[in-house]
């Protein structure tokens, strides 16, 4: 959960990383820092704190020279954020230095016996270990002591290494991290993401596990353990250079908010032809699909909150039994899988550490692994047998807006294209569902025409100290992800439960004031939660409602409503998320809170 960027070549490195850093705070920003070769020696400099710090520190980079360098943003693991435990980390004869995204997990023995030997930390991190056993590996040869070190340490890292012995050059290498390769003219690059090095070079290598690269101004080289060369395939980025940046909005979440119609659309259009769902990029044929005992859709998160959505439509569009479950508790259940079983997960950064871990619990059980996820060439699209990649595009607000909506897309696709093989559809039942898919991004639209309503309604509520959701069924599974947004960007308590749970325990919870959202969507259980929605307003609470355009004449049901037009009841949770989206990032604007990067969370939970 941290950002790591490296550069060679001609230009002053310091600005570049610096600027390449300012595109990875997202996945960490309690403190920052760079090592920079030059003049015969690695200059560090870090700081607590947002990266502005450490670009006021270094007067924009221009204070420390070099053509060679590596950077770090940070979310703390071990060790409090502090300008001491900041990365770089150097080792103790200040030849190594070293950044890190992950967790080393046998760090406490092996520190034990490099202090036997002599060495002093001066950090509470586990990443000092690793400079630290560089040089006490080291004979000479900077690859073959890193080789001895990734074979010694257990857990998840992504490394890059400045070695003062070796002024043109430095190594970086991955295992359960993610790390790509910047190829450019005279130039080279390692990033932890592509929005880092976009716009140096489009061209990037995407790295295995335990795969090392050696980095020169005009030359890449990528090694096994064994220190045998690896040919690796350029793979050209076409995302767009402005996808990554703000583009006039003042925070990254509304623009990916408003994002949302053209990412649908495009994880959708292509994958539509003649009227037909054409999925080529999977092979999972009539024969599977009606030999499939079960589908588990393991996530974490949002893409959690995408699972238990896909549960409801899945089962009542195909008939298989779902079991939607948290990544981390699926792989220390001891699940019971076959493999008569599909697994599907769901990440957007395919690096998700728990998910990742989950995935390999499945395979190793037999299993067929089929993942969803926004990056080509991440650890769990390599490491599935069958991959839907949603069209995104970059996402910088740690909270998720776009790529929870592409991953509900192709949800849909997946379960009426599995449904239509199963035979469970008409002709008119598939055709009246494609187009209602297709039709998704103009509704969408057409809500985010009305979002000064929603902005109206949360400078009403933004003082609220604690908001519930509720709903029935899909409404349910939405109520969780309209939760989750408000709570991690706003700060205020927020809890969903299903409504038929209120009279269960909930409802001792509310009290005058309370405001309470209830989703209202699904035509079959519409009366079932207006009566929920009566209980909670006997007590006193506030409710907000969000309903389609077909009960327009149930103004009464709540004390504020919010329509959106009507679909197949299937596909509902696209359209009514994005009043909850809108509704968290008003509130949490409203009480000056940094929107883009909240308070102890980052985008890509790189560790377990």
Known sequence: MCGIVGYVG??????????????????????????????????????????????????????????????????????????????PHVSSSGRFAVVHNGIIENYIPLKKRLMNKGYEFVSETDTEIIAQLIEYYYKGDLLEALIKVIERVEGSYALGVLCS??????????????????????????????????????????????????????????????????NKEIFKVDWDVSAAEKGGYEHFMMKEIEEQPKAIRDTVSARIKDGKIVLDDISLDEKYIKGINKIFIVACGSAYHVGVVAKYVIEKMCRIPV????????RYCDPIVSCNDLVIVISQSGETADTLAALKEAKARGARVLSIVNVVGSAIANASDDVLYTWAGPEIAVATTKAYSTQLAVVYLLAVYMAEKLGLLTVGEYAEMVREIQELPDKVAEILKSKEKIQYLASQFYNCHSIFFIGRNLDYAVSLEGSLKLKEISYIHSEAYAAGELKHGTISLIEEGTLVVALVTGNNLFDKTVSNIKEVKARGAVVMAVRTDTHLHDDDIADHVITIPSTNEMFLPSLSVIPLQLFGYYVASLKGLDIDKPRNLAKSVTVE
């Open 10 to 87: 001609s230009r002053q490195v310091a600005p570049v990383l610096l600027d390449g850093l300012s595109k990875l705070e997202y996945r960490g920003y309690d403190s920052a820092g760079i090592a920079v070769y030059g003049d015969g020696k690695i200059n560090v400099a870090k700081a607590r704190g947002r990266l502005k710090v450490l670009s006021e520190m270094t007067d924009e980079g221009k204070s420390v020279s070099g053509v060679m360098g590596i950077g770090h943003t940070r979310w703390a693991t071990h060790g409090e954020p502090s300008d001491v435990n900041s990365h």
């Open 165 to 230: 012995d070796y002024p043109d050059r430095f190594v970086a290498v991955r295992k359960a991290s993610p790390l790509i390769v910047g190829v450019g003219e005279g130039e080279n690059f390692i990033a932890s993401d592509v929005t880092a090095i976009l716009k140096y070079t489009r061209n990037v290598y995407y790295l295995e596990d335990n795969e090392i690269v050696v980095l020169s101004k005009d030359s890449v080289d990528v090694y096994n353990t064994d220190k045998e060369i690896v």
């Open 323 to 330: 079991e939607a479950q948290i990544a981390s508790e699926f």
